[in-house]
Structures are given as structure tokens and as C-alpha cells.
Antibody
Framework: ITLKESGPTLVKPTQTLTLTCTFS??????????VGWVRQPPGKTLEWLTL???????WYNQSLRSRVTVTKETSGKQVVLKMTDMDPVDTATYFC???????????WGQGILVTVSS | QSALTQPASVSGSPGQSITISCTGT?????????VSWYQQHPGKAPRLMIY????RPPSGISDRFSGSKSGNTASLTISGLQADDEALYYC???????????FGGGTMLTVL
């Protein structure tokens, strides 16, 4: 099982960030799994952002709910994160994860460092 | 300040045992057995070591790693310390607040 993040590594303040997670050896169309996003600012701890289940249920960190959207592609092999109104404090490595609130996140992508700067 | 409290650092010699604590509240650690522990080496993604307080994933995590919980505090114990155990360790818990998942601030383990 692998997950990989893709998208821009540099965005300007106020822009919308769009990241794609592409995964293999499981499917959000057929398996009872969830995929989501966790971020980590440089030198800081982890912050959970969002999770989407195969049954289309979505969960969001309330602190970012107004800015974050997660969707799953029809292929069942990709999940897309959108975060609006980016700010320099959003500079972080964004990880795609598979897992659940109960069982933890058992597989992680390598992460993508996104820098917010003009 | 993180919602779950961990010591900033711990250290031990090869072969020794160490324990890392993770203190939360009755909204998270205290009332749910959904505590996980992650190991992160520099420049790498975190790796799940323990979930549901005491369980090891089927991905081949050594039985030198064990978890426990008492009240609002969860703990990760590493026995028979090895050089490769030197890393950052994060605890995580489900929470019944709008955050759903909380992480600790991280503990740097140094193997002397």
C-alpha cells in the first residue's frame, strides 16, 4: 500500500491550495477505508485536517472547516484536498494518510512541503 | 501549546527501557481507548507504532514497543533500546470535540 501527494510546492497568500493524493492497493470504491490529510509546519507537531470514507462521509477539523474541502475521485484511487485563503502560517508538509479515528493512521504518504509566500 | 501533553525529551542507553507519557483530558484520552503512537525519523513520514492504546499494527512493529493507559494519561514504553529507536514520538487521541483527532507536541528520544 502506497500513497503519494502531488500539487504545488509554492502558493501565494490568499490563493487556494489543491493537493491530490493518489494511492494503490486499495480503493475508496470497494474497501471499507478512509483517506485524509495531516499537516506539519516546519519544526512543529502534527495537525489533522480532514478524512473521507468510502461511503462518502466526511469529517473536518472544526478549526479549519470553513477553508477545507475533501473529495474522492470517481476512480476510487484519488482524494483531493482544497484549502482556501492560504496564509504563510499554512506553510507545512502535507501528508496524505489512510486510517481512522479509532485505529490510527496506518499508512502515510511521503509528504509534500507547501510554502505560502508572495 | 498542543492539546495532548508530552515531555519534550527523554533519553536512555542501549538495552534500557524508557516510557513516554501523554496527558489529555476526559474529552479524549480519559474516555476513549483510541490512543495511537507514531515514530518519526528526520525528514520522514510518521509511522504508526501503537493503536487503540495497546495494539501493534500487523506491519511488523517490534514487541519492544508497548502501550498502556491510566486515567487521562497514556504511555508508550520502549524496552531494549536500540540506536534506531532514536526519533520523535507523537501520541494521538480521538476527541469528542470538533477536532476529532488531537496530537501531542512530540517527544524526542535520544539513545545515549
Amino acid at each position: 500500500i502506497t500513497l503519494k501527494e502531488s500539487g504545488p510546492t509554492l502558493v501565494k497568500p490568499t490563493q487556494t491550495l489543491t493537493l491530490t493524493c493518489t494511492f494503490s492497493d486499495f480503493s475508496l470504491n470497494t474497501d471499507d477505508v478512509s483517506v485524509g490529510w495531516v499537516r506539519q509546519p516546519p519544526g512543529k507537531t502534527l495537525e489533522w485536517l480532514t478524512l473521507i470514507h468510502a461511503n462518502h462521509n466526511e469529517w473536518y477539523n472544526q478549526s479549519l472547516r470553513s477553508r477545507v474541502t475533501v473529495t474522492k475521485e470517481t476512480s476510487g484511487k484519488q482524494v483531493v484536498l482544497k484549502m482556501t485563503d492560504m496564509d504563510p502560517v499554512d506553510t507545512a508538509t502535507y501528508f496524505c494518510v489512510r486510517g481512522s479515528f479509532e485505529g490510527g493512521f496506518d499508512f502515510w504518504g511521503q509528504g509534500i512541503l507547501v510554502t505560502v509566500s508572495s | 501549546q498542543s492539546a495532548l501533553t508530552q515531555p519534550a525529551s527523554v533519553s536512555g542507553s542501549p538495552g534500557q527501557s524508557i516510557t513516554i507519557s501523554c496527558t489529555g483530558t476526559s474529552s479524549d484520552v480519559g474516555n476513549y481507548n483510541f490512543v495511537s503512537w507514531y515514530q518519526q525519523h528526520p525528514g520522514k513520514a510518521p509511522r504508526l507504532m501503537i493503536y487503540d492504546v495497546t495494539k501493534r499494527p500487523p506491519s511488523g512493529i517490534s514487541d519492544r514497543f508497548s502501550g498502556s493507559k491510566s486515567g487521562n494519561t497514556a504511555s508508550l514504553t520502549i524496552s531494549g533500546l536500540q540506536a534506531d529507536d532514536e526519533a520523535l514520538y507523537y501520541c494521538s487521541s480521538y476527541t469528542n470535540t470538533g477536532s476529532f483527532v488531537l496530537f501531542g507536541g512530540g517527544t524526542m528520544l535520544t539513545v545515549l
